[in-house]
């Protein structure tokens, strides 16, 4: 194999894995601006993809076959949703510390998808799952063509949401107040912005997104189900917010980065080249490692109320 034909393979490759890590880093995005950080993140994805996973498994073979991808998105979009509201009761009206309520989240969501699972699946089993669908004429151009214009339709919707999430963000008035919950919630409230709804809103739609986000996992690019399928992209995604400074466009980078090491590794085993296994392995781990070391040093200003409750009784 070339040099050329190898790091083809490796952009190839690359793209699709960005998408679960895009996805929920949006999400994430979204509820860190609110002031509000969701380790909860990896259970909401496991959730998404069991519940994504169900009706193509038990549609097989029904005349209602044909509509069993988009039921399941549908219905990983209100599991992550209602996960994310969970959420927000409990460390936003009841005012528990998020990392805690985080990591009992994760627990949950993880716990109760492979319980589940078990229960009325058994063992792993593929599904049809999401088909490619190439752009035509765009995807029979050289290089670009494979690499950005022949994968499934979430593919294409998530590179879509990265600009649809910063002028939601940056340009709509529900933006402004998502962000200033995040930063200067008592301003915010002597304003008439009710904190507490804003926050609600956006751990729902970032539920959502990590909902939608197992999902891809379990119908597009796994096309199957098993307990150790999200393999810790809810906690990169959270790192990934970081390391994209809290904008869309940053976290897309990030994903991107993060994936492209995926496949690199991935293509050394299959190209056979002589490099140790468990290095090859722990590559892309290693280097959000060093990235988020290295970001730390810019010094970057987040939201400034991030991770802190808001009480609008407390005195200042």
């Known amino acids: ?61 029904t005349p209602l076959e044909g509509y069993a991808n988009l039921i399941g998105v549908a219905l990983a ?29 994760q627990m949950l969501g993880w716990g109760a998808a492979g319980t589940l699972f078990r229960r009325y699946v058994g063992g792993v089993t593929g599904v049809q799952g999401i088909r490619a669908m190439p752009i035509p004429g765009l995807s029979n151009l050289p290089v670009i063509g494979p690499v950005l214009f022949n994968h499934n339709p979430l593919v294409y919707l998530a590179f ?62 796994a096309k199957m189900f098993a307990d150790d399928l999200i393999a810790g992209r809810g906690f990169i995604a959270v790192a990934l917010v970081y390391f994209g400074r809290w904008n869309p466009v940053g976290v897309m980078g990030g994903a991107l980065l993060f994936s492209l090491a995926q496949a690199l590794q991935l293509s050394i085993q299959v190209a056979g080249i002589d490099f140790p296994y468990e290095f090859a392995v722990m590559l892309p781990y290693v280097l959000v490692i060093v990235v988020l070391s290295l970001v730390r040093k810019a010094r970057m200003i987040g939201p400034s109320e991030l991770g802190k409750p808001f009480d609008r009784e407390q005195r200042i």
């Open 77 to 105: 979009i209100a599991a992550g949703a209602l996960l994310g509201v969970l959420f927000a009761l409990v460390v936003v009206t009841f005012r528990a510390p998020q990392g805690i309520a985080g990591i009992g989240l």
């Open 160 to 221: 879509l949401m990265v600009p649809a999430f910063w002028y939601l963000l940056f340009k709509t008035p529900w933006g402004l107040k998502v962000r200033s919950v995040g930063t200067y919630p008592r301003a915010a409230d002597s304003l008439g912005i009710r904190v507490s709804r804003v926050r609600y809103q956006a751990l729902a739609l970032g539920g959502a997104m990590a909902g939608l986000a197992g999902a891809y996992l379990s119908l597009a690019q």
């Open 1 to 61: 194999m070339s040099l050329g034909q190898f790091l083809l393979n490796v952009l190839i490759l690359g793209v699709p894995f960005s998408v679960a890590l895009l996805l929920a880093g949006l999400g994430e995005t979204i509820n860190q601006r609110a002031g509000v950080f969701n380790l909860g993140c990896e259970g909401i994805m496991a959730m998404g993809a069991f519940v994504a996973f169900l009706p193509p498994y038990f549609m097989a073979g």
